[in-house]
């Protein structure tokens, strides 16, 4: 892990394939002392860590490191996928958000990202700072320490804001894409569409099963 040994920015997201929730996504600065210490940690793939210890290690990387974290609402969600009727274009947009906001406090030539379709999606949405960096993205980046430990920063915040929007619509939201419809129907018997627009994705076929079109 941590490979590249010179200072980086590396970003990735969370809530992509989940139904309910926001979509986020992290960007995350290391430089060579920051690598030292979040390997120390056993920062890897938040994929490999369980819920609890996520949001713990997600408080140590962002008290060590520069970083962005992008936020999407599924409210935001709904209507962006609406206009851009493309997700990868719409990942684009916060991946370069993300970046953009790093390099803003942290100039940094080097930017590596997981890879989503394709890759002009995301060079085309970085801004003036960001095409003054080498872009890499590829497969499995999370092998990479500075994007593991934005995948793990962007999934505690995920799950923050998904334990929030249970809260608000008063039904345990589930994560992941399988078993959501009984969660989903309950929120739409209590506040209809409109409350399902709220809570989730709704270009994802579970709406049409829900809402039994």
Request: charged content about 25%.
């Amino acid at each position: 892990m941590g490979s590249l040994s010179h200072a980086r920015i590396g970003t990735d997201e969370s809530g992509k394939g989940d139904y309910f929730g926001y979509l986020v996504v992290a960007a995350v600065f290391v430089d060579d002392a920051m690598e030292s210490a979040l390997e120390d940690l056993r920062v890897r793939d938040s994929k490999r860590v369980s819920d609890r210890p996520a949001a713990r290690l997600a408080g140590e990387i962002q008290r060590l490191c520069p970083h962005a974290v992008v936020r999407i609402s599924p409210g935001k969600y709904n209507e962006l996928h609406a206009k851009m009727r493309n997700l990868n274009r719409l990942l684009a947009w916060a991946h370069a958000r993300a970046i953009e906001d790093v390099l803003a406090r942290r100039p940094c030539r080097l930017v590596i990202a997981d890879q989503f379709g394709d890759e002009a999606h995301l060079k085309s949405a970085l801004m003036a700072k960001g095409r003054q960096v080498q872009l890499v993205q590829m497969p499995r980046a999370e092998a990479d320490v500075a994007v593991a430990a934005a995948s793990i920063v962007a999934r505690a915040v995920f799950l923050d804001t998904l334990q929030r929007l249970s809260d608000q619509v008063g039904v345990p939201l589930p994560k992941g894409a399988v078993h959501v419809v009984e969660a989903a129907r309950e929120v739409v018997a209590k506040g209809g569409r409109e409350a399902l627009a709220k809570v989730a994705k709704l270009h994802f076929k579970t709406t049409r099963q829900v809402l039994g079109q």
